[in-house]
């Protein structure tokens, strides 16, 4: 059973005992990500998680990476739209020191003007990069078309964003944002391993305080829009076609996510079955599921050659607009549900894995989770709320994305 407890009442830390293994896995979740920031200043969240590796006022770099890895552990982090995540799992002979070395980095960073510049550096080949693949341009162009506020943003930030950025500005939004207050730390291992870390994170807390973000939503663009993109050197097109969808808070969330599993979840699912194994149209073909907490977005990707993109297109409108009148739909529905509940019970095996969802859904909801209780409300869905809740998400006209071969 996970506990909560709240140190010095300013850190919410989550504790998941596992008495079978042998290591600790230290996730921090802070509660800023892209969406949280200014045009002024977008791209700094994704900047300060390459930074904080570069030293801080008791560690420098090395000292940060090796004393982990030497252990065999694992030290990463990222960015995403509502959150920045830092996480280190070590064998139980180094947990302190994974633990002091992950409140290190969030609490104590140093952010030298050499070190930034170095680093701007490199997100900016990353920048360049991600420029470079179609997959990663169709989602941009996507939030672009389809969101007015800053989910629209790049979580890297822009060449021009990222280059106006320096030590000065990078201190004052870490020293603003990254405080106890704001932060969730989750603990995985054993019981009694737990417990000693936990007398130590007081001591760990930086005086400075702050305020708790709230998980901000997108909104969409009023007018449906759809954009193409041509590249040089590509062979494939690639589309992605999104929906407005219920948020997470709905009743509505649940058949959304056994939606977006039979639909486009592993190879036995509806659309890989019909585009891929019967009709030889498309390598690739996803769908998925965002709910955030005033909204959602529904999601259909695809790859395909040229030659085959009418018909593929075709095909997937055919199948989401007709689930309804297909004879075999509670075969699917089905398959949907088993392989959902399947996929929150193997989450469990994996300790670091566990941390990550049951992180994700406390700050998703604010709740301990429950796998039992996931599991038997996703059995509960029945096939009408499925498909009603099926026909309101793809009746939405769709936003759609295209990164084409050029010519």
């Known amino acids: 059973m996970i506990e909560k407890v709240v140190i010095d009442n300013r850190l919410e830390v989550l504790l998941l005992p596992r008495d079978t293994i042998r290591s600790v896995s230290v996730i921090a979740a802070v509660r800023n990500g892209s969406s949280h920031e200014t045009e002024e200043v977008m791209g700094i969240s994704h900047l300060i998680e390459h930074?904080?590796?570069?030293?801080?006022?008791?560690?420098?770099?090395?000292?940060?990476?090796?004393?982990?890895?030497?252990?065999?552990g694992s030290i990463n982090a990222f960015t995403g739209k509502n959150l920045t995540a830092y996480y280190a799992k070590v064998p139980l002979t180094a947990s302190e020191i994974g633990l002091e070395i992950i409140m290190d980095i969030i609490f104590n960073a140093k952010f030298d003007e050499n070190e930034i510049e170095k680093e701007k550096r490199i997100?900016?080949?990353?920048?360049?990069?991600?420029?470079?693949?179609?997959?990663?341009?169709?989602?941009?162009?996507?939030?672009k078309i389809m969101f007015s506020n800053t989910f629209a943003n790049p979580i890297l930030g822009t060449k021009e964003s990222v280059s106006k950025l320096n030590a000065e500005i990078l201190k004052d939004y870490y020293s603003r944002?990254?405080?106890?207050?704001?932060?969730?730390?989750?603990?995985?291992?054993p019981g009694k391993e737990?417990?000693?870390?936990?007398?130590?994170?007081?001591?760990?807390?930086?005086?400075?305080?702050?305020?708790?973000?709230?998980?901000?939503?997108p909104v969409f663009k009023e007018s449906v829009q759809r954009k193409e993109k041509e590249k040089e050197e590509l062979s494939q097109i690639y589309v992605s076609?999104?929906?407005?969808?219920?948020?997470?808070?709905?009743?509505?969330?649940?058949?959304?996510?056994?939606?977006?599993?039979?639909?486009?979840?592993?190879?036995?699912?509806?659309?890989?079955?019909?585009?891929?194994?019967?009709a030889g149209l498309a390598y690739e073909i996803s769908a998925?599921?965002?709910?955030?907490?005033?909204?959602?977005?529904?999601?259909?990707?695809?790859a395909t050659v040229p030659e085959n993109?009418?018909?593929?297109?075709?095909?997937?409108?055919?199948?989401?607009?007709?689930?309804?009148?297909?004879?075999?739909?509670?075969?699917?529905?089905?398959?949907?549900?088993?392989?959902?509940?399947?996929?929150?019970?193997?989450?469990?095996e994996n300790s670091l894995n566990f941390g990550f969802l049951a992180l994700d859904y406390y700050l998703a909801f604010d709740k301990i989770i429950d796998i039992d209780n996931i599991v038997n409300i996703i059995n509960a869905q029945s096939k009408k709320d499925i498909l009603d809740n099926a026909i309101k998400i793809f009746e939405n006209e769709p936003y759609i994305s295209v990164v084409k071969p050029k010519g």
């Open 51 to 72: 930074s904080v590796f570069r030293g801080t006022e008791n560690r420098n770099m090395v000292e940060i990476k090796r004393p982990i890895e030497e252990f065999g």
């Open 123 to 143: 997100v900016l080949d990353e920048i360049a990069m991600y420029e470079d693949e179609p997959v990663d341009n169709v989602f941009e162009q996507l939030n």
């Open 177 to 189: 944002e990254y405080t106890p207050e704001n932060t969730v730390l989750m603990l995985v291992g």
């Open 194 to 217: 737990l417990e000693k870390l936990v007398l130590k994170i007081g001591s760990l807390l930086p005086e400075r305080k702050g305020k708790k973000n709230k998980f901000n939503s």
């Open 241 to 278: 076609y999104a929906f407005k969808a219920p948020s997470k808070m709905s009743k509505d969330f649940y058949p959304s996510m056994v939606l977006k599993t039979f639909l486009g979840s592993g190879m036995s699912s509806l659309l890989f079955t019909r585009i891929r194994e019967e």
């Open 288 to 302: 998925d599921y965002s709910g955030y907490n005033e909204t959602g977005v529904f999601n259909i990707f695809a």
């Open 309 to 348: 993109f009418e018909r593929l297109n075709g095909i997937i409108f055919d199948t989401i607009n007709n689930l309804k009148n297909m004879e075999d739909i509670e075969k699917w529905i089905e398959y949907g549900k088993k392989r959902l509940s399947g996929r929150y019970m193997l989450e469990t």
